[in-house]
Each structure stands twice: as C-alpha cells, then as structure tokens.
C-alpha cells in the first residue's frame, strides 16, 4: 500500500475528489494494470482540506514496475494535477508481511 498526502487549496476540494477518486484520472491510469487492487480516497477527519490517498497493490515491485513502464502517463496526470494542491507528500510504502 502507497499512502499519499495532499493538501488542497480552498475551492478546488470536488475536482480533486473527482481526479483522485474512485472513477477519477488516476484509479484509470492505475487499472491498467492487473496488479492495482484499488485506491481509497479520505478526507481526514475535521479538516476541509487535507485528503490521504491509499493505493493497493500486490506488491512493492509490481508498483514500481508500473511507475517506470507508464512513467510519462504518471508525469502528465501529476502536472495536471498540481495546481489544485498546496502541498503533496508521499507518508509511506507499507507490505505485508504475512
């Protein structure tokens, strides 16, 4: 699981939650690839501007293989993106240990 954190500015809240939601720009960019299990969406609790996003995949490798194979994908998506945040922050790669 990759955990991002976004702080998004005034005003810009629904079109985020449209690109970084369940049918939004990335979950399409990410289902291109049988290794994604699915992305969850969270405003944190008692703030209007500070979402999580956590992306379920089934392995760490099988993310980073991703990442290079559709680099340039990610990179527009991402530029795209960025004006409707303030800050933007990758928290952690969390695996399974079983």
């Known amino acids: 699981m990759v955990i991002w ?3 998004v ?9 449209r690109v970084y939601g369940p049918s939004g720009d990335w979950v399409r ?3 291109q690839d049988s290794n994604h ?3 969850e969406l969270i405003r944190v609790p008692g703030t209007s ?3 999580l996003t956590l992306d379920f995949w089934k392995s760490e490798s099988a993310y980073d293989r991703f990442r290079q194979k559709h680099l340039a994908e ?3 998506i991402d530029r795209k993106c960025g004006e409707m945040t303030e800050r933007e922050c990758k928290l952690a790669t969390l ?3 079983v």
Do not use: D, I, M, S
Request: aromatic letters at 18%; zero cysteines; proline letters at 4%.
């Open 5 to 7: 954190e976004f702080v």
């Open 9 to 17: 500015r005034p005003g810009r809240e629904a079109r985020f939650e």
């Open 29 to 31: 960019l990410f289902q």
């Open 37 to 39: 299990l699915r992305t």
């Open 49 to 51: 501007h500070r979402y």
């Open 74 to 76: 990610y990179k527009a």
């Open 95 to 97: 695996v399974r240990t």
